[in-house]
């Protein structure tokens, strides 16, 4: 879920990229067959019978009369695998709790020594409970999102897309939300963001949206799973015509920049400059015998995560600039790169249906009673876990609109708009999450797609 860039700092940039920027803010099981588990021996049922009933044998004095001997027989085991479309959790498939990893990338440099010291080795043998959760997150949103990428097609609503991707991280997760603090053990980690051309980020139909998608569509696909609050954050761009290629491939390796570049004590300034670099040497040929750049949108960043807050405070930005702050052991990041055919800037425009309760938010006297009652309610069933209206409709709650926009007055409940670029453009977006653990850094959510 991308962050966006803020306004006054993105003014003294040169759009050549030279100024100076301040950022602020599938897994398969083996099921076991029954084997045989008989005695070896073979047993004729009539004969058994016969000598049942029958006298004993002559010459053996007080011969036992013979029993007959049954086979234990043993249930057999029914090998689990994922459903299509995906319903089954992924605890059922991973019974002994030991999820995938992601990819494990050792550091370099002045870090090498972390891959070999004990000291950090102990530090991350403490953290155990913590990537048993992220990868449960993680082996969630792989299975759901390689479903996606092969069920998606043109001609569908946006709405049965979003639903279709929701309800499998719920199913998989366990979770279905329905109940009352369910959502906050597991489920979505924020909305399904389903961005279409030049619509960069943070647009998923609210009720009563008919918006289909077309074959000449570039859509991004943003949504997040989460274990207790651990969130990840990963988010791929389809598109139907192979017109669009080279402007997926560019941002895709823009993205992966990032994530080779991120890591312990790097300058953000260093990564946006590398992501900047890769992107901007990239073209589309949108028509025949003509290129057009494509240009990283300078006002979207990725982010770090915290426990349950999607933006944590730290901003990765994707162009050169002079932020000096560094990543740090133990933190998450959110890579994502936005690539784009317009002005490489976007903007608050279109209906709003993303929000989250601000992880600072202040302690407000709210007069309206249905202001009152929501926020008890997103208190109880997202807590600072971003949320759509789709989300309230299906807990039941009706008319809220106005309590809503009375909590984003007060400062309780941020709004995030959707963003976009000048109409006519194409925008792209790719994005992993990455944990940088004390001996080496994971990229959590990779997969086999990419």
């Not at 009933?53 to 036992?64: L, M, S």
């Not at 027989?73 to 459903?83: F, L």
């Not at 946006?158 to 639903?163: F, G, Q």
Request: aromatic share 6%.
């Amino acid at each position: 879920m991308a962050a966006q860039a803020n306004t006054e700092a993105l003014e003294k940039l040169n759009l050549n990229g030279t100024g100076v920027t301040k950022s602020n803010g599938g897994a398969k099981t083996n099921g076991g067959n029954a084997g045989d588990t008989g005695d070896g021996e073979q047993h004729d049922d009539s004969d058994e019978a016969d000598e049942h009933v029958g006298a004993p044998e002559a010459g053996a004095d007080g011969a036992a009369k013979k029993k007959k001997k049954r086979k234990n027989k043993k249930k057999k085991k029914t090998a689990h695998v994922q459903t299509s479309p995906p319903t089954v959790p992924v605890s059922q498939l991973f019974p002994n709790g030991q999820y995938p990893k992601g990819e494990e990338v050792p550091y370099i440099n002045e870090n090498a020594f972390r891959t070999t010291n004990e000291e950090k080795r102990y530090l991350d043998n403490m953290n155990t409970e913590f990537l048993t959760e992220y990868r449960q997150a993680a082996e969630v949103h792989r299975q759901v999102r390689q479903w996606a990428q092969k069920s998606i097609k043109p001609g569908q609503t946006l709405t049965e897309i979003a639903e279709g991707i929701e309800d499998g991280v719920r199913r998989l997760t366990g979770h279905m939300g329905l109940e009352e603090g369910d959502s906050l053990i597991g489920g979505m980690g924020f909305p399904t963001g389903l961005s279409i051309n030049h619509c960069a980020a943070h647009y998923t139909p609210n009720a009563g949206n008919t918006t289909v998608l077309k074959q000449g569509d570039v859509m991004k696909v943003d949504f997040g799973s989460h274990i207790n609050g651990r969130i990840v954050d990963c988010a791929w761009t389809m598109a139907f015509d192979p017109k669009f290629d080279s402007l997926l491939e560019t941002v895709k390796e823009a993205t992966n920049t990032g994530v080779r570049e991120a890591g312990i004590d790097v300058r953000m300034s260093d990564i946006g400059a590398a992501i900047q670099e890769v992107m901007e040497a990239g073209t589309v040929e949108l028509e025949p015998g003509k290129l057009t750049p494509i240009k990283s949108i300078r006002n979207l960043n990725g982010h770090n995560i915290e426990q349950r807050i999607i933006h944590g405070g730290k901003s990765v930005p994707i162009v050169k600039g002079g932020d000096q702050t560094k990543m740090e052991e133990g933190e998450i990041f959110a890579i994502e790169t936005f690539g784009s055919t317009g002005k490489g800037y976007v903007r608050d425009d279109m209906e709003t249906s993303h929000y989250a309760k601000r992880a600072d938010a202040p302690t407000v006297d709210l007069r309206l009673t249905s202001a009152k009652k929501l926020l008890k309610v997103i208190n109880k069933n997202f807590n600072t876990l971003p949320f759509c209206r789709r989300y309230l409709d299906r807990l039941g709650q009706e008319k809220y609109l106005l309590g809503l926009n009375s909590l984003v007055d007060a400062g309780i409940v941020e709004a995030y708009p959707p963003l976009v670029d000048v109409k006519g453009s194409y925008t792209a977006q790719f994005e992993h999450t990455i944990l940088l653990r004390p001996n080496i850094k994971e990229v959590i959510s990779r997969g086999d797609d990419f």
